[in-house]
């Protein structure tokens, strides 16, 4: 059983470039989440959607960052321009919500993350 | 304050030992709470989930108190396998499955 995939692993860009983070959650899961972890902040939630609609994007620091998911197998989250302090691991996550209303124990299975670098 | 509050360690300990890590949550309304590990360079991964009267599971057992705000995981018999970081994570009350993630606390068992 596939578990979260996301791609690249790592990748490494000048200031200044687009970069594209890409991920395929669980079959079936309905929610999907995206986490930036750096060793001063730990893990943030940046965005999360529910049946692929977004539903809470105020972690996104900025506009140079933007999530699509435009189906229910595949998210994408784009960073125009990159920028040095955006260098950190992201991590892509999914769960199967049943209530997106009601605080719920089901786990969140996360991918290997990608390690990106912006020089 | 911080949402979710954990000592950074490291805590360095002899193999077999017993190890205690506390976390303070700020928002009282937080209803689910949970213990994740994290290995080195990667995912964070689900140790177990904690319930207000307090649960175990195998070495690990995990407690709620509410009045105080904190959770704690306690890991008896620590093999070397044990070191990792543990993140305590609380869910953001206002519904859904917003998580919030401690820093974690670095655990390093040695022989």
């Known amino acids: 059983d596939a578990g979260v995939i996301q791609s690249p692993r790592h990748e490494v860009t000048e200031m200044g470039q687009e970069v594209t983070l890409r991920c395929k959650p669980i079959s079936g899961h309905n929610s999907l989440f995206w986490y930036r972890q750096t060793m001063m902040r730990g893990l943030e939630l940046l965005i999360y959607?529910?049946?692929?609609?977004?539903?809470?994007d105020s972690g996104m620091p900025e506009d140079r960052f933007s999530a699509k998911m435009p189906n229910a197998s595949f998210s994408t989250l784009k960073i125009q321009p990159s920028e040095p302090r955006d260098s950190a691991v992201y991590f892509c996550?999914?769960?199967?919500?049943?209530?997106?209303?009601?605080?719920?124990?089901?786990?969140?299975?996360f991918g290997s993350g990608t390690q990106l670098s912006v020089l | 304050r911080k949402e979710v509050e954990q000592d950074p360690g490291p805590f360095n300990v002899p193999e077999g030992a017993t190890v205690a890590f506390n976390c303070t949550y700020s928002n009282s309304a937080s209803q689910s709470f949970f213990w994740y590990r994290q290995d080195c360079r990667k995912e964070p991964k689900l140790l177990m989930s904690?319930?207000?009267s307090g649960n175990e599971d195998g070495r690990f057992t995990a407690q709620l108190n509410r009045a105080s705000q904190y959770i704690s995981l306690l890991i008896r018999d620590s093999k070397l396998s044990d070191s990792a970081t543990y993140l305590c994570v609380v869910n953001r009350p206002g519904g859904g499955n917003k998580l919030t993630f401690g820093t974690g606390t670095q655990l390093k068992v040695e022989l």
């Open positions: 996550a999914s769960s199967s919500l049943r209530d997106r209303l009601l605080p719920s124990n089901e786990k969140l299975f």
């Open positions: 904690v319930y207000s």
């Open positions: 959607f529910n049946n692929n609609v977004p539903i809470d």
